[in-house]
Antibody
Framework: QVQLQESGPRLVKPSETLSLNCTVS????????WTWIRQPPGKTLEWIGY????????TYSPSLESRVTMSVDTSRSQVSLNLNFVTPADTAMYYC??????????WGQGTTVIVSS | QSALTQPASVSGSPGQSITISCTGN?????????VSWYQQHPGKAPKLIIS???NRPSGISNRFSGSKSGNTASLTISGLQAEDEADYYC??????????FGGGTKLTVL
């Protein structure tokens, strides 16, 4: 059974870079699309972008693409997210999820990121 | 404003049926046959409950069903149970490969 685990700093200072990893276990990373989704407190889900597990094909949300970079490390079975020049508006729960034709079928538990000085 | 419009809240009594709608609100965000629905309990990650408009993943109760008509997708929950109280989100692919979510609907079981 595929499992996803997000990891990274909980606190990031404004204007710095948010960096998160998603470790995929129990299945192949290369055969699927992997996505990052965030959810600010009390708000709806926001899709950030997706990357093919064999890399480097990516598609980002138009609202974030100027600040986002996603990458895959197949040797570590990890998908990474970098979000530059963060502001308090980037404070959210960040999820990684596996994307199939049917939708996001496997989710990590999420990791909270707070942007504050 | 989300690209997909959902009612902010719906409610129903145990045993009743409710329907949550999801409408594409601009011509660029048409509801394709890729609509999926997610259930999210407080403090938990979302869970896929309907994929490809009307398909239930393994382990999902047949009380959950999905449909689509024109630019509106719908999630119906029949035989409401207390455990169904949660937030529900729709999602769709778009013609430009961008992914969009609805604003979410809070279901209250009275």
């Amino acid at each position: 059974q595929v499992q996803l685990q997000e990891s990274g700093p909980r606190l990031v200072k404004p204007s710095e870079t948010l960096s998160l990893n998603c470790t995929v276990s129990g299945g192949s990373i290369s055969l699927y699309l992997w996505t990052w989704i965030r959810q600010p407190p009390g708000k709806t889900l926001e899709w950030i972008g997706y990357i093919h597990g064999s890399g480097p094909s990516t598609t980002y949300s138009p609202s974030l693409e100027s600040r986002v970079t996603m990458s895959v490390d197949t040797s570590r079975s990890q998908v990474s997210l970098n979000l530059n020049f963060v502001t308090p508006a980037d404070t959210a729960m960040y999820y990684c999820a596996r994307l199939t034709e049917g939708g996001f079928d496997v989710w990590g538990q999420g990791t909270t990121v707070i942007v504050s000085s | 404003q989300s690209a997909l419009t959902q009612p902010a809240s719906v409610s129903g009594s145990p045993g009743q049926s409710i329907t949550i709608s999801c409408t594409g609100n601009t011509s660029g965000f048409s509801i394709y046959n890729s609509v999926s629905w997610y259930q999210q309990h407080p403090g938990k990650a979302p869970k896929l409950i309907i994929s490809g408009v009307s398909n239930r993943p393994s382990g999902i109760s047949n009380r959950f069903s999905g449909s689509k008509s024109g630019n509106t997708a719908s999630l119906t929950i029949s035989g409401l149970q207390a455990e169904d109280e949660a937030d529900y989100y729709c999602h769709s692919f778009t013609s430009t490969s961008i992914l969009v979510f609805g604003g979410g609907t809070k279901l209250t079981v009275l």
